[in-house]
Protein backbone atom coordinates (compact mmCIF):
# COMPACT_ATOMS: atom_id res chain seq x y z
CA UNK A 1 0.00 0.00 0.00
CA UNK A 2 2.83 2.44 0.77
CA UNK A 3 4.21 1.52 -2.68
CA UNK A 4 1.25 2.52 -4.26
CA UNK A 5 0.74 5.31 -2.08
CA UNK A 6 4.39 6.62 -3.08
CA UNK A 7 4.17 5.66 -6.77
CA UNK A 8 0.42 7.60 -7.10
CA UNK A 9 2.40 11.33 -5.84
CA UNK A 10 4.79 10.66 -8.93
CA UNK A 11 2.16 11.18 -11.28
CA UNK A 12 0.61 13.78 -13.08
CA UNK A 13 -1.96 16.25 -12.42
CA UNK A 14 -3.79 14.95 -15.62
CA UNK A 15 -3.45 11.20 -14.37
CA UNK A 16 -4.69 11.75 -11.06
CA UNK A 17 -7.74 13.83 -12.48
CA UNK A 18 -8.46 10.84 -15.18
CA UNK A 19 -8.26 8.27 -12.30
CA UNK A 20 -10.05 10.46 -9.56
CA UNK A 21 -12.96 10.32 -12.55
CA UNK A 22 -12.83 6.94 -12.66
CA UNK A 23 -13.13 5.92 -8.86
CA UNK A 24 -15.34 9.14 -8.18
CA UNK A 25 -17.69 8.42 -11.01
CA UNK A 26 -17.46 4.88 -11.55
CA UNK A 27 -18.03 3.21 -7.92
CA UNK A 28 -21.15 5.31 -6.95
CA UNK A 29 -22.33 4.61 -10.60
CA UNK A 30 -22.08 0.72 -10.02
CA UNK A 31 -23.35 1.49 -6.01
CA UNK A 32 -26.34 3.38 -7.62
CA UNK A 33 -26.80 0.45 -10.47
CA UNK A 34 -27.04 -1.67 -7.45
CA UNK A 35 -29.45 0.68 -4.81
CA UNK A 36 -31.63 1.27 -8.01
CA UNK A 37 -32.52 -2.88 -8.74
CA UNK A 38 -32.63 -3.52 -5.41
CA UNK A 39 -34.93 -0.78 -5.27
CA UNK A 40 -36.92 -2.15 -8.32
CA UNK A 41 -37.00 -5.42 -7.83
CA UNK A 42 -38.42 -4.63 -4.23
CA UNK A 43 -41.12 -2.70 -5.78
CA UNK A 44 -41.68 -5.01 -8.45
CA UNK A 45 -41.54 -8.10 -5.67
CA UNK A 46 -44.34 -6.04 -3.44
CA UNK A 47 -46.67 -5.00 -6.09
CA UNK A 48 -46.53 -8.94 -7.36
CA UNK A 49 -47.54 -9.48 -3.95
CA UNK A 50 -50.51 -7.44 -3.96
CA UNK A 51 -51.68 -8.61 -6.83
CA UNK A 52 -51.21 -12.01 -5.49
CA UNK A 53 -52.80 -10.71 -2.07
CA UNK A 54 -55.85 -10.53 -4.00
CA UNK A 55 -55.84 -13.83 -5.98
CA UNK A 56 -55.95 -15.22 -2.08
CA UNK A 57 -58.94 -13.11 -0.81
CA UNK A 58 -60.72 -14.17 -4.08
CA UNK A 59 -59.89 -17.85 -3.54
CA UNK A 60 -60.73 -17.16 0.62
CA UNK A 61 -64.41 -16.13 -0.84
CA UNK A 62 -64.91 -19.17 -2.16
CA UNK A 63 -64.16 -20.84 0.23
CA UNK A 64 -65.98 -19.24 2.92
CA UNK A 65 -68.86 -19.72 0.52
CA UNK A 66 -68.18 -23.67 0.50
CA UNK A 67 -67.86 -23.73 4.07
CA UNK A 68 -71.05 -22.00 4.84
CA UNK A 69 -72.47 -24.03 2.14
CA UNK A 70 -71.38 -27.23 3.95
CA UNK A 71 -71.89 -26.48 7.28
CA UNK A 72 -75.18 -25.34 6.27
CA UNK A 73 -76.04 -28.49 4.88
CA UNK A 74 -75.06 -30.56 7.71
CA UNK A 75 -76.94 -28.32 10.09
CA UNK A 76 -80.24 -28.91 7.98
CA UNK A 77 -79.51 -32.82 7.51
CA UNK A 78 -79.44 -32.96 11.39
CA UNK A 79 -82.14 -30.93 12.39
CA UNK A 80 -84.26 -33.25 10.42
CA UNK A 81 -86.40 -35.35 13.39
CA UNK A 82 -86.98 -38.21 11.65
CA UNK A 83 -83.73 -38.81 11.09
CA UNK A 84 -82.78 -38.50 14.52
CA UNK A 85 -85.42 -41.18 15.42
CA UNK A 86 -84.52 -43.32 12.79
CA UNK A 87 -80.73 -43.37 14.56
CA UNK A 88 -81.52 -43.58 17.75
CA UNK A 89 -84.39 -46.43 17.91
CA UNK A 90 -84.72 -48.85 20.18
CA UNK A 91 -86.79 -51.36 18.43
CA UNK A 92 -86.53 -53.12 15.12
CA UNK A 93 -88.46 -51.40 12.06
CA UNK A 94 -90.96 -53.29 10.50
CA UNK A 95 -91.24 -53.47 6.27
CA UNK A 96 -93.77 -50.68 6.19
CA UNK A 97 -91.57 -48.49 8.25
CA UNK A 98 -88.79 -49.06 6.39
CA UNK A 99 -90.35 -48.42 2.75
CA UNK A 100 -92.05 -45.15 4.40
CA UNK A 101 -88.57 -43.88 5.93
CA UNK A 102 -86.97 -44.56 2.45
CA UNK A 103 -89.44 -42.90 0.10
CA UNK A 104 -90.19 -40.00 2.90
CA UNK A 105 -87.01 -38.95 4.81
CA UNK A 106 -84.06 -40.43 1.92
CA UNK A 107 -84.98 -38.06 -0.96
CA UNK A 108 -85.39 -34.54 1.52
CA UNK A 109 -81.59 -35.62 1.94
CA UNK A 110 -80.79 -36.57 -1.54
CA UNK A 111 -82.35 -33.26 -2.30
CA UNK A 112 -80.76 -31.10 -0.04
CA UNK A 113 -77.39 -32.21 -1.87
CA UNK A 114 -78.36 -32.35 -5.27
CA UNK A 115 -79.87 -28.69 -4.84
CA UNK A 116 -76.14 -27.30 -3.87
CA UNK A 117 -74.25 -28.83 -6.88
CA UNK A 118 -71.02 -28.43 -5.07
CA UNK A 119 -72.26 -31.18 -2.84
CA UNK A 120 -70.68 -34.50 -2.96
CA UNK A 121 -72.04 -36.34 -0.33
CA UNK A 122 -74.24 -36.16 2.50
CA UNK A 123 -73.99 -39.30 4.60
CA UNK A 124 -75.07 -40.07 8.22
CA UNK A 125 -73.01 -42.87 9.99
CA UNK A 126 -74.92 -44.65 12.55
CA UNK A 127 -74.04 -46.48 15.63
CA UNK A 128 -77.63 -48.48 16.38
CA UNK A 129 -77.70 -52.16 15.20
CA UNK A 130 -81.21 -52.22 15.05
CA UNK A 131 -81.76 -50.22 11.65
CA UNK A 132 -80.71 -50.73 8.20
CA UNK A 133 -78.04 -49.84 6.26
CA UNK A 134 -79.93 -47.37 2.97
CA UNK A 135 -78.02 -46.09 0.07
CA UNK A 136 -76.45 -43.51 -0.30
CA UNK A 137 -77.35 -41.73 3.19
CA UNK A 138 -77.32 -44.15 5.90
CA UNK A 139 -74.26 -46.28 6.90
CA UNK A 140 -73.12 -48.41 9.93
CA UNK A 141 -70.13 -46.44 11.70
CA UNK A 142 -68.28 -49.80 11.64
CA UNK A 143 -67.11 -48.77 8.16
CA UNK A 144 -65.30 -45.91 9.41
CA UNK A 145 -64.17 -46.65 12.73
CA UNK A 146 -60.74 -47.60 11.67
CA UNK A 147 -60.04 -44.17 10.11
CA UNK A 148 -57.55 -41.74 12.17
CA UNK A 149 -60.25 -39.20 12.21
CA UNK A 150 -62.75 -41.52 14.03
CA UNK A 151 -61.36 -41.34 16.99
CA UNK A 152 -60.12 -37.74 16.93
CA UNK A 153 -63.64 -36.21 16.22
CA UNK A 154 -65.02 -38.81 19.30
CA UNK A 155 -62.08 -37.49 21.64
CA UNK A 156 -62.54 -33.45 20.84
CA UNK A 157 -64.34 -31.21 22.81
CA UNK A 158 -65.99 -29.66 19.69
CA UNK A 159 -67.20 -32.94 18.31
CA UNK A 160 -66.74 -31.72 14.53
CA UNK A 161 -63.06 -31.52 12.40
CA UNK A 162 -62.06 -30.61 8.76
CA UNK A 163 -60.64 -33.02 6.75
CA UNK A 164 -58.65 -32.53 3.36
CA UNK A 165 -58.28 -36.24 1.79
CA UNK A 166 -56.46 -37.19 -0.72
CA UNK A 167 -58.97 -39.86 -2.55
CA UNK A 168 -62.50 -40.56 -1.42
CA UNK A 169 -63.67 -44.00 -0.40
CA UNK A 170 -67.16 -45.75 -0.77
CA UNK A 171 -68.37 -47.00 2.47
CA UNK A 172 -71.23 -49.11 0.83
CA UNK A 173 -68.60 -50.65 -1.57
CA UNK A 174 -65.97 -51.43 1.11
CA UNK A 175 -66.10 -54.10 4.09
CA UNK A 176 -66.20 -52.81 7.28
CA UNK A 177 -62.90 -52.04 8.70
CA UNK A 178 -60.98 -52.32 5.06
CA UNK A 179 -60.50 -48.78 3.78
CA UNK A 180 -60.85 -48.52 -1.21
CA UNK A 181 -60.59 -45.18 -2.16
CA UNK A 182 -61.75 -43.75 -5.27
CA UNK A 183 -58.83 -41.31 -6.98
CA UNK A 184 -60.60 -37.91 -6.26
CA UNK A 185 -59.12 -35.52 -3.28
CA UNK A 186 -61.96 -34.13 -1.02
CA UNK A 187 -62.84 -31.87 1.81
CA UNK A 188 -65.07 -33.59 4.37
CA UNK A 189 -67.04 -31.85 7.23
CA UNK A 190 -67.37 -34.16 10.01
CA UNK A 191 -69.72 -33.81 13.16
CA UNK A 192 -70.94 -35.89 15.92
CA UNK A 193 -74.75 -36.10 16.23
CA UNK A 194 -75.67 -36.65 19.69
CA UNK A 195 -79.15 -37.92 19.88
CA UNK A 196 -80.66 -37.15 23.03
CA UNK A 197 -78.13 -35.00 23.83
CA UNK A 198 -74.87 -36.33 25.02
CA UNK A 199 -75.53 -39.41 23.97
CA UNK A 200 -73.52 -40.54 20.96
CA UNK A 201 -75.61 -41.51 18.07
CA UNK A 202 -73.74 -41.21 14.95
CA UNK A 203 -71.71 -39.56 12.77
CA UNK A 204 -73.07 -37.12 9.84
CA UNK A 205 -70.24 -36.39 7.01
CA UNK A 206 -70.75 -33.33 4.29
CA UNK A 207 -67.92 -33.74 1.76
CA UNK A 208 -67.22 -31.39 -1.56
CA UNK A 209 -64.70 -32.22 -4.27
CA UNK A 210 -61.67 -30.25 -4.26
CA UNK A 211 -61.75 -28.92 -7.46
CA UNK A 212 -65.59 -27.21 -6.34
CA UNK A 213 -63.94 -25.91 -2.83
CA UNK A 214 -60.64 -24.84 -3.78
CA UNK A 215 -62.13 -23.25 -7.59
CA UNK A 216 -58.92 -21.49 -8.65
CA UNK A 217 -56.28 -23.97 -6.90
CA UNK A 218 -58.27 -26.64 -9.28
CA UNK A 219 -58.87 -24.22 -12.15
CA UNK A 220 -56.86 -23.77 -14.94
CA UNK A 221 -54.53 -21.28 -14.64
CA UNK A 222 -55.23 -17.47 -16.04
CA UNK A 223 -50.92 -17.19 -16.43
CA UNK A 224 -47.98 -19.01 -16.03
CA UNK A 225 -46.35 -16.96 -13.19
CA UNK A 226 -48.17 -18.24 -10.20
CA UNK A 227 -49.68 -21.38 -8.53
CA UNK A 228 -52.04 -22.15 -5.73
CA UNK A 229 -50.95 -24.70 -3.29
CA UNK A 230 -52.93 -26.07 -0.12
CA UNK A 231 -51.05 -27.24 2.46
CA UNK A 232 -53.16 -29.41 5.59
CA UNK A 233 -51.58 -29.10 9.07
CA UNK A 234 -49.83 -32.32 8.59
CA UNK A 235 -48.02 -31.05 5.52
CA UNK A 236 -49.98 -32.58 2.68
CA UNK A 237 -50.03 -30.59 -0.20
CA UNK A 238 -52.85 -30.12 -2.80
CA UNK A 239 -52.56 -28.49 -6.15
CA UNK A 240 -53.33 -28.88 -10.04
CA UNK A 241 -50.43 -31.10 -10.93
CA UNK A 242 -51.48 -30.23 -14.50
CA UNK A 243 -50.65 -26.23 -14.35
CA UNK A 244 -47.06 -25.85 -15.96
CA UNK A 245 -45.60 -23.42 -13.03
CA UNK A 246 -44.21 -26.27 -10.75
CA UNK A 247 -43.97 -28.66 -13.42
CA UNK A 248 -41.70 -26.85 -15.10
CA UNK A 249 -39.13 -26.50 -11.87
CA UNK A 250 -39.20 -30.51 -11.41
CA UNK A 251 -39.32 -30.66 -8.23
CA UNK A 252 -41.04 -33.40 -6.04
CA UNK A 253 -44.48 -32.87 -3.20
CA UNK A 254 -41.85 -33.44 -0.97
CA UNK A 255 -39.19 -31.25 -2.18
CA UNK A 256 -42.06 -28.59 -2.39
CA UNK A 257 -43.57 -29.19 1.55
CA UNK A 258 -40.00 -28.89 2.91
CA UNK A 259 -39.52 -25.39 0.89
CA UNK A 260 -42.69 -24.24 2.33
CA UNK A 261 -42.10 -24.72 5.93
CA UNK A 262 -40.89 -20.92 6.50
CA UNK A 263 -44.73 -19.96 6.45
CA UNK A 264 -44.79 -21.39 9.53
CA UNK A 265 -48.42 -20.58 12.02
CA UNK A 266 -48.85 -17.20 11.15
CA UNK A 267 -52.41 -15.64 10.09
CA UNK A 268 -50.59 -14.26 6.86
CA UNK A 269 -46.83 -14.55 5.52
CA UNK A 270 -44.72 -13.92 2.62
CA UNK A 271 -40.84 -15.24 1.79
CA UNK A 272 -39.04 -15.93 -0.68
CA UNK A 273 -37.71 -19.30 -1.63
CA UNK A 274 -35.88 -21.20 -4.87
CA UNK A 275 -37.47 -24.24 -6.69
CA UNK A 276 -35.58 -25.88 -9.32
CA UNK A 277 -33.02 -22.99 -9.17
CA UNK A 278 -35.76 -20.30 -10.02
CA UNK A 279 -36.77 -17.84 -7.61
CA UNK A 280 -40.10 -17.79 -6.21
CA UNK A 281 -41.85 -15.67 -3.74
CA UNK A 282 -44.80 -17.72 -1.39
CA UNK A 283 -47.76 -15.77 -0.06
CA UNK A 284 -49.95 -17.56 2.14
CA UNK A 285 -52.48 -17.45 4.32
CA UNK A 286 -54.21 -19.55 6.62
CA UNK A 287 -57.86 -21.15 6.14
CA UNK A 288 -59.87 -21.08 9.38
CA UNK A 289 -61.61 -23.30 10.50
CA UNK A 290 -60.25 -25.99 7.82
CA UNK A 291 -56.43 -25.63 9.95
CA UNK A 292 -54.70 -25.45 6.17
CA UNK A 293 -52.56 -22.69 4.56
CA UNK A 294 -53.07 -21.27 1.11
CA UNK A 295 -49.76 -20.52 -0.54
CA UNK A 296 -49.84 -18.97 -3.56
CA UNK A 297 -45.98 -19.19 -5.63
CA UNK A 298 -45.12 -16.72 -7.68
CA UNK A 299 -42.28 -16.85 -9.79
CA UNK A 300 -39.71 -13.91 -10.08
CA UNK A 301 -37.57 -14.80 -12.73
CA UNK A 302 -38.78 -12.02 -15.09
CA UNK A 303 -38.91 -9.87 -12.43
CA UNK A 304 -35.26 -10.60 -11.42
CA UNK A 305 -34.09 -10.87 -15.17
CA UNK A 306 -35.70 -7.21 -16.15
CA UNK A 307 -33.91 -5.51 -13.06
CA UNK A 308 -30.49 -7.30 -13.92
CA UNK A 309 -30.78 -5.79 -17.85
CA UNK A 310 -32.02 -2.47 -16.47
CA UNK A 311 -28.74 -2.53 -13.96
CA UNK A 312 -26.41 -3.31 -16.81
CA UNK A 313 -27.66 -0.69 -19.11
CA UNK A 314 -27.10 1.86 -16.35
CA UNK A 315 -23.51 0.92 -15.66
CA UNK A 316 -22.84 0.88 -19.53
CA UNK A 317 -23.87 4.15 -19.91
CA UNK A 318 -22.04 5.41 -17.12
CA UNK A 319 -18.77 3.70 -18.54
CA UNK A 320 -19.06 5.29 -21.64
CA UNK A 321 -19.84 8.70 -19.74
CA UNK A 322 -16.46 8.39 -17.63
CA UNK A 323 -14.44 8.04 -21.16
CA UNK A 324 -15.94 11.33 -22.48
CA UNK A 325 -15.25 13.40 -19.50
CA UNK A 326 -11.61 11.24 -19.29
CA UNK A 327 -10.74 12.18 -22.82
CA UNK A 328 -12.26 16.27 -22.23
CA UNK A 329 -10.19 16.45 -18.72
CA UNK A 330 -7.27 15.84 -20.78
CA UNK A 331 -7.89 18.23 -23.04
CA UNK A 332 -8.75 20.87 -20.55
CA UNK A 333 -5.91 20.24 -18.25
CA UNK A 334 -3.15 21.61 -20.96
CA UNK A 335 -4.68 25.17 -20.18
CA UNK A 336 -5.54 25.05 -16.48
CA UNK A 337 -1.63 23.59 -15.69
CA UNK A 338 -0.50 26.86 -16.90
CA UNK A 339 -1.93 29.19 -14.49
CA UNK A 340 -1.09 26.24 -11.61
CA UNK A 341 2.62 26.25 -12.53
CA UNK A 342 2.51 30.40 -12.14
CA UNK A 343 0.55 30.07 -9.16
CA UNK A 344 2.62 27.40 -7.75
CA UNK A 345 5.93 29.41 -8.62
CA UNK A 346 4.74 32.24 -6.89
CA UNK A 347 3.76 29.86 -3.70
CA UNK A 348 7.83 28.96 -3.82
CA UNK A 349 8.91 32.59 -3.08
CA UNK A 350 6.65 32.96 -0.84
CA UNK A 351 8.16 29.49 1.12
CA UNK A 352 11.84 31.33 0.75
CA UNK A 353 10.45 34.37 2.78
CA UNK A 354 10.00 36.78 0.07
CA UNK A 355 6.11 38.25 0.23
CA UNK A 356 7.00 41.28 -1.48
CA UNK A 357 5.81 40.38 -4.74
CA UNK A 358 2.53 40.90 -7.12
CA UNK A 359 0.73 37.26 -8.40
CA UNK A 360 0.02 38.01 -12.32
CA UNK A 361 -2.61 35.15 -12.90
CA UNK A 362 -6.10 36.74 -12.74
CA UNK A 363 -9.97 35.35 -13.54
CA UNK A 364 -12.46 34.08 -12.43
CA UNK A 365 -12.43 29.51 -11.74
CA UNK A 366 -10.86 27.81 -9.15
CA UNK A 367 -7.77 28.66 -10.36
CA UNK A 368 -8.35 32.45 -10.32
CA UNK A 369 -9.90 31.88 -7.16
CA UNK A 370 -7.25 30.11 -5.54
CA UNK A 371 -4.58 32.97 -6.64
CA UNK A 372 -7.22 35.97 -5.38
CA UNK A 373 -7.28 34.03 -2.24
CA UNK A 374 -3.36 33.69 -2.26
CA UNK A 375 -2.85 37.56 -2.45
CA UNK A 376 -5.45 38.16 0.39
CA UNK A 377 -3.13 35.44 2.02
CA UNK A 378 0.50 37.26 1.48
CA UNK A 379 -1.30 40.80 2.43
CA UNK A 380 -2.53 39.04 5.51
CA UNK A 381 1.16 37.88 6.15
CA UNK A 382 2.22 41.15 5.82
CA UNK A 383 -0.20 42.82 8.58
CA UNK A 384 0.91 40.02 10.84
CA UNK A 385 4.36 41.14 10.84
CA UNK A 386 3.64 44.60 11.80
CA UNK A 387 1.15 43.32 14.48
CA UNK A 388 4.04 40.42 15.94
CA UNK A 389 6.60 43.61 15.70
CA UNK A 390 4.20 46.04 17.79
CA UNK A 391 2.91 43.88 20.46
CA UNK A 392 6.36 42.50 21.22
CA UNK A 393 7.67 46.01 22.09
CA UNK A 394 4.02 46.69 24.21
CA UNK A 395 5.14 43.26 26.00
CA UNK A 396 8.05 44.44 26.87
CA UNK A 397 6.68 47.90 27.64
CA UNK A 398 4.20 46.03 30.10
CA UNK A 399 6.50 43.86 31.83
CA UNK A 400 8.30 47.09 32.94
CA UNK A 401 5.71 48.28 34.04
CA UNK A 402 4.32 45.22 35.79
CA UNK A 403 7.59 44.83 37.13
CA UNK A 404 7.26 48.70 38.74
CA UNK A 405 3.99 47.57 39.77
CA UNK A 406 5.63 44.88 41.70
CA UNK A 407 8.06 47.01 43.93
CA UNK A 408 5.46 49.18 45.03
CA UNK A 409 2.83 46.93 45.93
CA UNK A 410 5.55 45.27 48.13
CA UNK A 411 6.59 48.31 49.73
CA UNK A 412 2.56 48.67 50.87
CA UNK A 413 1.93 45.19 51.49
CA UNK A 414 5.23 45.43 54.47
CA UNK A 415 3.64 48.99 55.64
CA UNK A 416 0.95 47.77 56.04
CA UNK A 417 1.82 44.86 57.39
CA UNK A 418 3.79 46.73 60.08
CA UNK A 419 0.99 49.21 61.12
CA UNK A 420 -1.44 46.33 61.82
CA UNK A 421 1.20 44.92 64.19
CA UNK A 422 1.37 48.44 65.80
CA UNK A 423 -2.24 48.22 66.55
CA UNK A 424 -2.23 44.71 67.86
CA UNK A 425 0.76 46.11 70.78
CA UNK A 426 -1.14 48.50 71.13
CA UNK A 427 -4.62 46.62 71.75
CA UNK A 428 -6.37 48.57 68.68
CA UNK A 429 -7.73 45.47 67.45
CA UNK A 430 -10.94 46.68 64.99
CA UNK A 431 -7.88 48.51 63.63
CA UNK A 432 -5.99 45.84 63.13
CA UNK A 433 -8.86 43.35 61.65
CA UNK A 434 -9.66 46.54 59.27
CA UNK A 435 -6.07 46.64 58.06
CA UNK A 436 -6.05 43.07 57.52
CA UNK A 437 -9.36 43.07 55.48
CA UNK A 438 -7.69 46.55 53.64
CA UNK A 439 -4.40 44.42 53.13
CA UNK A 440 -6.83 41.62 51.40
CA UNK A 441 -8.51 43.96 49.18
CA UNK A 442 -5.41 45.55 47.61
CA UNK A 443 -3.71 42.44 47.36
CA UNK A 444 -6.60 40.81 45.54
CA UNK A 445 -6.89 44.40 42.69
CA UNK A 446 -3.01 44.43 42.67
CA UNK A 447 -2.11 40.94 41.74
CA UNK A 448 -3.31 40.64 38.22
CA UNK A 449 -2.25 37.26 36.73
CA UNK A 450 -5.48 36.58 34.91
CA UNK A 451 -9.01 37.61 34.18
CA UNK A 452 -10.16 34.46 36.07
CA UNK A 453 -10.47 33.59 39.52
CA UNK A 454 -12.57 31.50 41.30
CA UNK A 455 -15.98 32.40 43.01
CA UNK A 456 -14.82 31.80 46.20
CA UNK A 457 -11.84 34.36 45.70
CA UNK A 458 -14.39 37.20 44.37
CA UNK A 459 -16.67 36.46 47.24
CA UNK A 460 -13.27 36.98 49.71
CA UNK A 461 -12.79 39.85 48.15
CA UNK A 462 -16.04 41.01 48.75
CA UNK A 463 -16.48 39.79 52.31
CA UNK A 464 -12.75 42.10 52.73
CA UNK A 465 -14.63 44.88 51.08
CA UNK A 466 -17.83 44.62 53.26
CA UNK A 467 -15.40 44.72 56.64
CA UNK A 468 -13.76 48.11 55.57
CA UNK A 469 -17.25 49.46 54.55
CA UNK A 470 -18.85 48.77 58.42
CA UNK A 471 -16.29 50.78 59.63
CA UNK A 472 -17.58 53.90 57.93
CA UNK A 473 -21.41 52.82 58.45
CA UNK A 474 -20.58 51.34 61.85
CA UNK A 475 -21.65 47.74 61.20
CA UNK A 476 -24.96 48.28 59.49
CA UNK A 477 -24.04 45.99 56.10
CA UNK A 478 -24.51 42.13 56.60
CA UNK A 479 -23.12 39.85 54.42
CA UNK A 480 -25.10 37.05 53.67
CA UNK A 481 -23.70 34.21 51.42
CA UNK A 482 -26.01 31.11 49.58
CA UNK A 483 -23.95 29.05 47.37
CA UNK A 484 -23.44 25.84 47.01
CA UNK A 485 -19.86 24.41 48.31
CA UNK A 486 -19.61 22.30 44.57
CA UNK A 487 -20.43 25.94 42.63
CA UNK A 488 -17.57 28.04 44.62
CA UNK A 489 -14.64 26.39 42.15
CA UNK A 490 -17.06 28.14 39.62
CA UNK A 491 -14.57 30.30 36.45
CA UNK A 492 -15.59 33.89 36.67
CA UNK A 493 -14.07 37.26 35.45
CA UNK A 494 -12.14 38.88 38.14
CA UNK A 495 -13.80 42.20 39.73
CA UNK A 496 -17.36 41.02 38.33
CA UNK A 497 -18.75 41.27 42.13
CA UNK A 498 -17.52 44.56 43.82
CA UNK A 499 -19.03 47.09 41.23
CA UNK A 500 -22.18 45.48 42.37
CA UNK A 501 -21.35 45.14 46.58
CA UNK A 502 -20.42 49.21 45.28
CA UNK A 503 -23.60 50.24 44.49
CA UNK A 504 -25.53 47.90 47.12
CA UNK A 505 -23.85 50.04 49.80
CA UNK A 506 -23.88 53.20 48.11
CA UNK A 507 -27.52 53.27 47.18
CA UNK A 508 -28.77 50.81 49.55
CA UNK A 509 -28.11 53.02 52.81
CA UNK A 510 -28.66 56.28 51.23
CA UNK A 511 -32.16 56.87 52.89
CA UNK A 512 -31.48 56.67 56.10
CA UNK A 513 -28.71 56.77 58.52
CA UNK A 514 -30.08 54.34 60.82
CA UNK A 515 -31.03 51.94 57.97
CA UNK A 516 -29.66 48.60 58.11
CA UNK A 517 -28.92 46.93 55.00
CA UNK A 518 -28.29 43.06 54.32
CA UNK A 519 -26.71 42.06 51.19
CA UNK A 520 -27.07 38.27 50.10
CA UNK A 521 -25.00 36.32 46.79
CA UNK A 522 -26.56 33.64 45.39
CA UNK A 523 -25.42 31.22 43.06
CA UNK A 524 -27.50 28.34 40.98
CA UNK A 525 -26.40 26.23 38.16
CA UNK A 526 -28.94 25.60 35.12
CA UNK A 527 -28.71 23.35 32.17
CA UNK A 528 -24.68 24.74 31.51
CA UNK A 529 -25.68 28.13 32.94
CA UNK A 530 -24.75 29.67 36.21
CA UNK A 531 -27.05 32.21 37.25
CA UNK A 532 -25.18 34.77 40.04
CA UNK A 533 -27.38 37.33 42.09
CA UNK A 534 -26.41 40.08 44.72
CA UNK A 535 -29.19 40.99 46.45
CA UNK A 536 -30.09 43.84 49.08
CA UNK A 537 -32.64 44.91 50.75
CA UNK A 538 -32.37 48.59 50.21
CA UNK A 539 -34.33 51.54 48.99
CA UNK A 540 -34.77 49.96 46.02
CA UNK A 541 -35.60 51.58 42.61
CA UNK A 542 -39.12 52.67 40.58
CA UNK A 543 -39.61 50.74 37.47
CA UNK A 544 -38.83 53.29 35.47
CA UNK A 545 -35.46 53.88 36.45
CA UNK A 546 -34.63 50.44 36.41
CA UNK A 547 -35.73 49.98 32.57
CA UNK A 548 -33.75 52.90 31.80
CA UNK A 549 -30.64 51.68 33.83
CA UNK A 550 -31.05 48.24 31.65
CA UNK A 551 -31.62 49.94 28.70
CA UNK A 552 -27.37 51.68 29.42
CA UNK A 553 -26.51 48.40 31.14
CA UNK A 554 -27.18 46.75 27.26
CA UNK A 555 -25.86 49.91 25.07
CA UNK A 556 -23.08 48.14 23.42
CA UNK A 557 -20.57 51.20 23.71
CA UNK A 558 -21.00 54.33 26.24
CA UNK A 559 -23.48 57.03 24.65
CA UNK A 560 -21.87 60.32 23.44
CA UNK A 561 -20.90 62.99 25.83
CA UNK A 562 -24.07 65.88 25.40
CA UNK A 563 -26.55 63.15 23.62
CA UNK A 564 -30.42 63.01 25.70
CA UNK A 565 -28.71 59.50 27.33
CA UNK A 566 -25.72 60.72 28.58
CA UNK A 567 -27.58 63.37 30.27
CA UNK A 568 -29.77 60.83 31.97
CA UNK A 569 -27.13 58.67 33.28
CA UNK A 570 -25.29 62.03 34.25
CA UNK A 571 -28.35 62.95 36.53
CA UNK A 572 -28.87 59.99 38.33
CA UNK A 573 -26.05 58.40 40.84
CA UNK A 574 -23.77 56.45 39.45
CA UNK A 575 -24.95 56.15 36.04
CA UNK A 576 -25.02 52.56 36.31
CA UNK A 577 -21.18 53.04 34.68
CA UNK A 578 -19.84 50.26 36.95
CA UNK A 579 -22.38 47.84 36.21
CA UNK A 580 -22.49 48.46 32.02
CA UNK A 581 -18.41 47.67 32.51
CA UNK A 582 -18.94 44.57 33.99
CA UNK A 583 -21.82 43.43 31.30
CA UNK A 584 -19.63 44.29 28.34
CA UNK A 585 -16.56 42.17 29.94
CA UNK A 586 -18.84 39.72 30.45
CA UNK A 587 -20.07 39.53 26.85
CA UNK A 588 -16.83 40.11 25.36
CA UNK A 589 -15.36 37.08 26.96
CA UNK A 590 -18.40 34.81 27.40
CA UNK A 591 -20.14 35.73 24.12
CA UNK A 592 -23.66 38.09 23.35
CA UNK A 593 -26.11 35.39 25.21
CA UNK A 594 -24.84 36.21 28.33
CA UNK A 595 -24.66 39.48 30.96
CA UNK A 596 -26.16 41.24 33.40
CA UNK A 597 -29.80 42.17 34.17
CA UNK A 598 -31.14 44.59 37.59
CA UNK A 599 -34.48 43.87 39.18
CA UNK A 600 -35.69 46.24 41.60
CA UNK A 601 -38.70 47.14 43.68
CA UNK A 602 -38.86 50.43 44.83
CA UNK A 603 -38.43 50.58 48.55
CA UNK A 604 -37.97 46.52 49.38
CA UNK A 605 -35.25 45.23 47.49
CA UNK A 606 -32.43 45.36 43.92
CA UNK A 607 -31.46 42.52 42.61
CA UNK A 608 -28.85 42.28 40.22
CA UNK A 609 -28.41 38.78 38.42
CA UNK A 610 -25.04 37.76 36.56
CA UNK A 611 -25.55 34.57 33.52
CA UNK A 612 -21.95 33.36 32.55
CA UNK A 613 -21.63 29.78 31.84
CA UNK A 614 -21.38 27.09 34.51
CA UNK A 615 -17.30 25.77 34.02
CA UNK A 616 -15.87 24.54 37.53
CA UNK A 617 -12.23 25.11 37.04
CA UNK A 618 -11.17 21.92 39.05
CA UNK A 619 -13.64 19.30 36.74
CA UNK A 620 -14.43 21.14 33.51
CA UNK A 621 -17.73 21.96 31.82
CA UNK A 622 -20.68 21.28 34.09
Known sequence: MRRLVERQEQWSLQTRLILAYVIILLIPSVLISLLLFRQFTGSAIDEMEKKNENTLEIERLNIDNNIETMQRAAELSQADQDVLDYISRTTEPDTAELIDFSTRVVPVINRLQYNNPNLLHIRIFFDNALINEMYPVFAEEGRVASEPWFGRLTASKERKEWRLAPDDPDPFKMKIGEATGVGQAKVAFLKEIEYPLGVHAGILEVDMLMSSFFPKTFGSSEDDVSQLVIADPQGHLFYNRQQKLLASTGVTPEGLANALKPAGSEPSSSFRLTLGGKPFLAVSRTIEPLGARMVNLVSLQNVLDSARHTRDRIIAANVILIAILGI???????????????LADSMKKARKGDFGFDLTVRGGGEVGELAHHFRKMLRKINELIADAVNKKAASKETELRSLKNQIDSHFLYNTLENIKMMAEVEGQYPISDALTSLGGLMRY?????????????EVAHITNYIAIMNIRYENKIRLARDIPSSLLDQELLKMSLQPIAENAVKHGLRASSTQELTIRIEAEAREGTLMLAVRDDGCGMPAERVAQLNRSIAAEAPQPSGTAASREDAGQEGGGIGLRNVHQRIQLYYGKEYGLTVESEEG???????????????????
Open 328 to 342: ATYVLNSFILKKLHI
Open 445 to 457: NLKWTSEYVRLRD
Open 604 to 622: AYTRVVIRIPYFILTGGAG
